[in-house]
């Protein structure tokens, strides 16, 4: 048997190999290699944090990248999302115990009228995959959910979605509430979808819109990096 041939032993290697060897299994969607790897950076006495930002979100910027760049596709993408969730699952709990801190938080769903979520999935898992807390309300939002999961989970960033040239109107509702209610300054809101432009996001009041999944990872870093002075967006946004 060949080197080339021989597996891979997660366990022999460095520290510095392994968070290396763990951007490539995202990049390959290997969910049980995460896993493994995430178990055995905190064996090391990694912090959750640590491997949370060099090995999962590190990797994950880099599907990001080329995914923007058209090397990578939806379906993939989805494999290295699910590959982060094994590593996350290991890593939420220790996280929420220890207080460390993260990007921002971001309440995501589709508008009312519309059921189409794959894209608004896609989004969710790339967010969740730079560090973002993120709630997912799901979707057919009227504009009360909106506003209730935002003030519910001192949201940083609302995210609406539409699929439909029929329900993209509804986004203009939900900003123009809003306003009325007094609460528009206390959130970005960022819009995305097929049919929609960066015309139309500029009509409604948006504060950004996003053409695709890597695009809203990108535009949410640079709005927490302006808006809060996150230090975990700031590392983000200079790695970028």
């Given amino acids: 048997m060949s080197d080339q041939d021989t597996p891979i032993v997660l366990s022999d290697l460095s520290d510095e190999d392994l968070v290396v060897q763990m951007h490539d299994d995202l990049y390959d969607g290997l969910t049980n290699e995460i896993a493994e790897g995430t178990q055995i950076l905190l064996d090391r006495g990694w912090t959750a944090y640590d491997v949370l930002q ?55 769903g589709t508008v009312k009228g519309d059921i189409h979520d794959i894209g608004k999935n ?9 560090g973002f807390d993120v709630i997912d309300i799901g979707v057919n939002n009227d504009v009360e959910s909106y506003i209730e999961a935002a003030l519910e989970n001192n949201a940083d960033i609302v995210g609406m979605s539409a699929l439909l040239t029929t329900t993209m109107g509804y986004m203009r509702v939900v900003i123009d509430t809003f306003k009325q209610r007094g609460i528009r300054n206390d959130y970005a809101i960022l819009v995305g979808g097929a049919p929609l432009n960066e015309a139309f996001a500029e009509e409604i009041g948006a504060d950004g819109y996003c053409r695709d999944a890597a695009m809203a990872v990108e535009m949410a870093i640079k709005v927490m990096e302006s808006r809060q002075g996150s230090a975990a967006a700031t590392k983000l946004y200079n790695t970028g």
């Fill in 122 to 130: 896609l989004v969710s898992m790339m967010m969740e995959g730079a």
């Fill in 54 to 108: 060099d090995a999962l979100v590190e990797g994950m910027r880099i599907v990001g990248i080329d995914f923007r760049d058209g090397i990578l596709f939806v379906p993939e993408v989805l494999l290295s999302a699910n590959a982060m969730k094994a590593g996350m699952a290991l890593l939420r709990p220790i996280l929420a115990e220890t207080g460390a801190p993260k990007v921002g938080t971001m309440v995501i």
